[in-house]
């Protein structure tokens, strides 16, 4: 056990429920490990199950919608209905096996930013405001009643995952302008009727369905918020840069700072919180180019106005500065969404004080969030197992043998690596006098750092796993 990660380590209540240590795996949409019918396949079940047996306290699912008729999408999107029972309970009884808790993100919609190719009908939104993707569409204004009917679903979902024994849900989200934040930001929300008007009118749909969960599951199921402090929104489909000097015209930090406090009263158990929305993608989904640690200047301020735990995700998967927001108390939990895709056993690796050996996520996107656009499964550029766990897991080799890899670039890197790993005898040749192929002149700009981490783990692996390495060799 790390006496340098203590904090890390320490465990920590969500309401009722006691998770050992204080790190959640950010929710991540999870394309191609669902069925048909929404629920998760088997190969979804692996995927949380291996982020469990490494050793992460709280996994948060990615977005399971509550309904799929009102704001309608293409089948096989993440949904919640009474098929979804049996993979959730498979799943909670796995990911409790170690010691680990699971919620369940419950998405109220996607509205204005439902992507054309993934809709069945006209996108819907609090107001007739133009999609986000095709701005030549025009959304349709729900109706008073239909808000109703989602706030009846949200309540159902709950209980489903309740039934599964699925410890907590997440409400995805008064964050990164999906169909609940439209409703809770006045430049999307032009409503006349209950769910319009002032902050506390903008509220009213992710306050009812608060309550409706409590009423349903019971006050001792925790249901967690994602929440973005501040939109970032410069006007449609422009978003403020860091530094940059804006008029906020989504949600500022001001009025960030009083929903946090009226949602707080309304029963939420704990803040999964950011900054950001798809008009400002580049704070949403942070890219390299993106500090380490980019939301910390606005959790600090969520921290100083609420009581219930915070959890920050957001490039938060190096080890010493989780630590040290969680020592300094900026924040209660750590969030790690791609640094869990490149690294499953990221919280093993800490407790057994080897940092050193977390696979890093380089921020690139390419392999998980790019692909989601393209119509393809989860993955990632640096641990293509993700997704395919059982599938891609490496076995020793029945027969060891001579492998010889020529090129110490990061295909070849990786081709001794895994080489070294299934038990055979690798030599790697390069013709010039160093590793790293393209990683090396990658990782010269300061805000490429990451990919040097990446060149530093391989040779590390390399020399942990006695991959012998001729330089200066030209293999003919
Ligand atoms: C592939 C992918 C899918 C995501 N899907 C969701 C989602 O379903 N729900 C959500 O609240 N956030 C989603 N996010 C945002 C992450 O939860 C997280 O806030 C973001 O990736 C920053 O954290 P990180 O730097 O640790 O990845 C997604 C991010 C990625 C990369
Ligand atoms: S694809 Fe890139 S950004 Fe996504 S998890 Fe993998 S390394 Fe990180």
Known sequence: MSDKFSKILEPIKIGTVEIKNRIAMAPMGILGLTNPDGSLN?????????????????????????????????????????????????????????????FVQ????????????MLRKQPVSASAIPNYWDPRVTCRELKTEEVEEIVKKAAEAA????????????????????????????????????????????????????????????????????????SFIKDWNQGGLPGEDFVE???????????????????????????????AWYWAHPPTYQEHGLYLPLIEKLKKVVKVPV????????????????????????????????????????????????????????????????????????NPAVGRESDYRLEP???????????????????????????????LYEKSNTLGGHLIEVSVPKFKEDYKRLLDWYKLQLKKLNVDIKLDTEVS
């Open 42 to 102: 088997k190969r979804g079940i692996d995927y949380y199950v291996e982020r469990a047996r490494g050793g992460t306290g709280l996994i948060i699912t990615g977005v399971f919608k509550v309904e799929n008729e009102i704001d309608a999408m293409i089948s096989g999107t993440p949904l919640i209905s009474p098929a979804a029972l049996t993979p959730f309970a498979e799943l909670a009884e796995a990911v409790h096996a170690f010691g680990s808790k699971i």
């Open 106 to 117: 419950l998405t109220i919609g996607f509205g204005r930013v439902g992507h054309p190719m």
């Open 159 to 230: 209980v489903i995952c309740r039934m599964a024994d699925i410890d907590g849900v997440e409400i995805h989200a008064v964050h990164e302008g999906y169909l609940l934040d439209q409703f809770t930001i006045a430049f999307f929300n032009r409503r006349t009727d209950k769910y319009g008007g002032d902050l506390m009118g903008r509220l009213r749909f992710p306050i009812e369905i608060v309550k409706a969960i409590k009423k349903a599951v019971g006050e001792d199921f925790p249901v967690a918020l994602r929440f973005s402090v501040k």
């Open 249 to 279: 015209k989504g949600r500022d930090v001001e009025e960030g700072l009083k929903a946090a406090k009226i949602l707080e009263a309304a029963g939420y158990d704990a803040f999964d919180a950011d900054g950001g929305s798809y008009d």
């Open 311 to 382: 959890i920050v995700a957001g490039r938060m998967e190096l080890p010493e500065l989780a630590e040290k927001v969680l020592e300094e108390g900026t924040a209660d939990m750590i969030g790690i969404g791609r640094g869990l895709l490149a690294d499953p056993y990221w919280v093993n690796k800490v407790e057994e004080d080897r940092p050193e050996d977390i696979l890093p996520c380089t921020g690139c996107h390419d392999g998980c969030l790019g692909r989601i656009f393209l119509g393809r499964p989860l993955s990632c550029a640096v």
């Open 397 to 427: 080799a029945n027969k060891p043998k001579n492998v010889m890899c020529i090129g110490g670039g990061v295909a070849g890197l990786e081709a001794a690596r895994v080489a070294a790993i299934r038990g055979h005898k690798v030599t």
